[in-house]
């Protein structure tokens, strides 16, 4: 496992070698972040450029490290402090996932497992860890919230979900979720000592077996368990009322340039980010029981396996037009700036009538596939928590942009466990692959008049 982290490290580091040699300057976001860094370096705390709409704990984060250990506030040093993260992230999801696998993690620390080097490895996270951004921090410090929550260092995970919220306010959702998912992990594993009084009962059964009047009856059990997770909600308490004193003083989420981030409803984000993570994640979708033509059937069983299903995938397709209809926001930037992958994507397909409405029984089979892998080893709740909680920080964006799903993307592979050895492996050749060409385009094949392409 460590030879895995020791060439995963190592390929990371000559990339931004590369990466800076080939970059030289600041690029698209960079010009923003990169100069108010440089401000805070100098000790200029109360300077503030109006276009950056996210809080200062990356440029803070590069005046720690620049403090530490001496290091320049220049180009290659500040991308050095999204690749720090980048590095620490598989030590850190390992104990996220085998948390979800119900294993023990390695002993030693700087031997993460395998299937996390790879995760680590996702293109939008691997390529955004070589530019002066705040992904890749922000990721770090939300899996460490959901870590520590897990393992019931509540106020502990309330710092470092309070960090996380220093590089996208936004993180206080994954706050939340931090806590919801603890506590539905500690109701369903905790066990009353012989001779106690017995735990009150919290209806949640498995996932694929539960229907609707399941979750119906875990909601209406609620009431019943509040005592036990009420005092473990203190310190997450303590974050969201910070998080509400900042958007009263602030007058809004959104700092700086709140013209181009107004929030609006944009359902068919939701779509596009279960499509989205098909695409990335189709190796470990295939890897569950029966591999591929298990998934078929099992997904067609749920969309079209009676009378009652197909009825249903009727209606939710009819409602799903409705909503493309109504909700599709074609943002300006979207049309506009074609030195993103998402630009063409949506002038391709998206702008091409019926292409959207053609594309909602494959959002539907996604959704369900995705349900199905992550549920097979959860109950309903545990399995529905991220969904809920991916609904406040998806339907408010109006920009489709990939960035937007890497938290929620990362946080539902995290969940599949018992993914098998030629599953991992095939993710791993499909990350790399995505990742050698993507870098290769963004530095090798830039068009003049347009500029480097990226996500």
Known sequence: MATFYTAFVGISIMMLK?????????YMDEPFHIPQAQAYCRGEFDTWDPKITTPPGLYILSLLLKQAFMLKCNVPMLRLTTMLPLLAL??????????????????????????????????????????????????????????????????????????????????VIWVLYAFASSQ???????????????????????????????????????????????????????????????????????????????????????????????AFGWPVLISGEG????????????????????????????????????????????????????????????MRYPAPYLLIPIYIACAWAWFIRVGAKQTILQTMALPVFILPTLLPTPLLEPRYFLIPYILLRSQVSDVPTWSLALEGVWYAGINAATMWVFLYLPREGVGRFMW
């Open 90 to 171: 598989p030590l850190v999801l390992t104990r996220l996932m085998c948390f979800h696998q119900r294993e023990r993690p390695p002993s030693q620390i700087l031997a993460p497992t395998v299937d996390a080097v790879v995760l680590s490895a996702f293109p939008i996270v691997w390529f955004f860890g070589f530019l002066y951004y705040t992904e890749v921090p922000s990721v770090l410090f939300v899996v460490g919230t959901v870590v520590a929550a897990m393992q019931n260092k509540h106020w502990f995970a309330a710092l470092l979900g309070l960090l996380s919220c220093t590089f996208r306010q936004t993180n």
């Open 291 to 350: 591999g591929i033509l298990g998934l078929v059937r099992q997904v067609g069983q749920r969309m079209f396996g009676s009378a009652l299903r197909i009825f249903i995938t009727v209606l939710t397709s009819s409602i799903m037009a409705v909503t493309v209809n109504l909700y599709t926001i074609h943002h300006p930037f979207l049309l506009s700036d074609n030195r993103h992958y998402t630009f063409y994507i949506w002038h391709r397909v998206y």
């Open 184 to 278: 539905l992990m500690y109701l369903r594993f905790r066990r009353a000592a012989p001779g106690a009084k017995p735990f009150n009962q919290f209806h949640d059964p498995p996932a694929l077996d539960a229907g609707p009047v399941d979750i119906l009856r875990s909601i209406s059990t609620v009431p019943k368990i509040l005592g036990d997770v009420l005092p473990a909600f203190v310190p997450y308490a303590l974050v969201v009322a910070l998080f509400g004193a900042f958007v009263v003083w602030n007058g809004g989420i959104v700092l700086g340039d709140k013209s181009n981030h107004i929030p609006s409803l944009h359902i068919p984000q939701l779509y596009y980010f279960v499509a989205f993570s098909a």
């Open 18 to 26: 590369e990466f800076n040699s080939v970059v030289s300057e600041p």
